[in-house]
Each structure stands twice: as C-alpha cells, then as structure tokens.
C-alpha cells in the first residue's frame, strides 16, 4: 500500500484561503438568489476553516521543530523597557496628558533631581 504524500500547510493554507476569496468574490459579483447562495456561503466557510487549521498546524510543527533542534524562543521578561520606574499600567492608563505624566515622573525624583528607586 503506497501512502499519499502529504502537503506542505503553508500550501494548503494559501491555497485555502485563496480558494475562500475566489468564492467571495463570486458570491458578491453573481448575488445568487437561491440555495446556490447558501452552498457558496458555507463553502466559503469551509475554506476559511481549512485555512487556520493549516496555518495552526504549521505553527505547532515549526514550534515543535524548534524545540526538538533546542533553539527555545527568548522568554519576554513581561516588563517594558520604556515604562519608566514605579509606573504600570493602571497608573499611566489613569494619567491623560503628557503634563500628567511628567509631575508623576517629578513627585517620585529626589530633590537632587535622581531618582530615589
């Protein structure tokens, strides 16, 4: 018994997705009155599903690829570099002009004018 070769995702989801638009376009341009509407429709769907199961699949190989290889992703520290210190994001989502954050930057400094933190 002979087995199928199997297609690369990133074919099948530009393939896919290119197929979904096709039928866009056509379900727009013609205005089908009918139960061919529907069928379009819901091949359209279709085609849309098969699209981000492939590219989700060929995001779970290249991520397996990596870890089988050893190259793990840099973890993000979780922390902005450009966020200066003692203010988070309630903080500056609270604050509404740049004067704002400027007197909150100015309340935290020392009087020599370095920061205490």
Known sequence: ???IPRIETSLTAVASSLAAVAVLVTLV???PRSIMAV?????CVLLV????????DSRQRRAKAREQA???PVEWSG???ALPSGLDA???EALDSRDALRMAQERRRAPGGVSDR
């Open 90 to 92: 309630d903080t500056l």
């Open 1 to 3: 018994m002979t087995r």
């Open 39 to 43: 069928v379009l429709a819901l091949l």
């Open 79 to 81: 922390q902005p570099v």
């Open 29 to 31: 341009w013609w205005r």
């Open 49 to 56: 599903m098969i699209a981000g199961v492939s590219v989700t």
């Open 70 to 72: 050893g190259r793990e």
